[in-house]
T-cell receptor, first 111, second 119 residues
Framework: QQPVQSPQAVILREGEDAVINCSSSKALYSVHWYRQKHGEAPVFLMI?????EQKGHDKISASFNEKKQQSSLYLTASQLSYSGTYFCGTEGTGGSYIPTFGRGTSLIVHP | GAVVSQHPSRVICKSGTSVKIECRSLDFQATTMFWYRQFPKQSLMLMAT?????????EQGVEKDKFLINHASLTLSTLTVTSAHPEDSSFYIC???????????????FGPGTRLTVL
């Protein structure tokens, strides 16, 4: 089942913060986050495994609450380069380990 | 990060012809490769999962005879769209994963995608 992402779109000014949420109706083993620029393939950002991980690099971080079957991506002091569509991919605990992607969240950062 | 290449990046063909798309992992051995298609402003829709040396596992609704997948080696998978029609026009993206998932689940690395236009 496809995870649900919210919001669908975010418009920010440079320097503002944003949070993108990803929730699933099934028990999760891992959550992946990707960013895709228009006309390009998705680029891997990070993966979080069950156990309630938090990860981050630069000003982008994420958390994974396996009990709530939710993950959030935090973008701090956004830069113009952060613009794109963010997808979360979730792997269930059923053993197939095949990620299912959400519909994406479009992020636009203005100067 | 690991590099995955796709070839060609763009192809335009006539209706009824077959098109082959190659996906290569350049600096790692890909136990598993995934093929996706993506329509404009939509999510990645998984078409099939292929493991080296075995038959691909297709998602529900994806025609096996139309979308032929071959994962002949640990660094190469091919997708052939047979008898392509205009409705097959889309952005096809492959991804590769070093492991088979699970403990130490490995991230997927995506190829740059192939834009197919069928006239």
């Amino acid at each position: 089942q496809q995870p649900v992402q919210s919001p669908q779109a975010v418009i920010l000014r440079e320097g503002e913060d944003a949070v993108i949420n990803c929730s699933s109706s099934k028990a999760l083993y891992s959550v992946h986050w990707y960013r895709q620029k228009h006309g390009e393939a998705p680029v891997f950002l990070m993966i979080l495994l069950k156990g309630g991980e938090q990860k981050g690099h630069d000003k982008i971080s994420a958390s994974f609450n396996e009990k709530k079957q939710q993950s959030s991506l935090y973008l701090t002091a956004s830069q113009l380069s952060y613009s794109g569509t963010y997808f979360c991919g979730t792997e269930g605990t059923g053993g197939s380990y095949i990620p299912t992607f959400g519909r994406g969240t479009s992020l636009i950062v203005h100067p | 990060g690991a590099v995955v290449s796709q070839h060609p990046s763009r192809v335009i063909c006539k209706s009824g012809t077959s098109v082959k798309i190659e996906c290569r992992s350049l600096d790692f051995q890909a136990t598993t490769m995934f093929w996706y298609r993506q329509f404009p402003k939509q999510s990645l829709m998984l078409m099939a999962t292929s493991n080296e040396g075995s038959k691909a596992t297709y998602e529900q609704g994806v025609e096996k005879d139309k979308f032929l997948i071959n994962h002949a080696s640990l660094t190469l998978s091919t997708l052939t769209v047979t008898s392509a029609h205009p409705e097959d026009s889309s952005f096809y993206i492959c991804s590769a994963r070093e492991g088979s998932g699970g403990l130490g689940s490995n991230e997927q690395f995506f190829g740059p995608g192939t834009r197919l236009t069928v006239l």
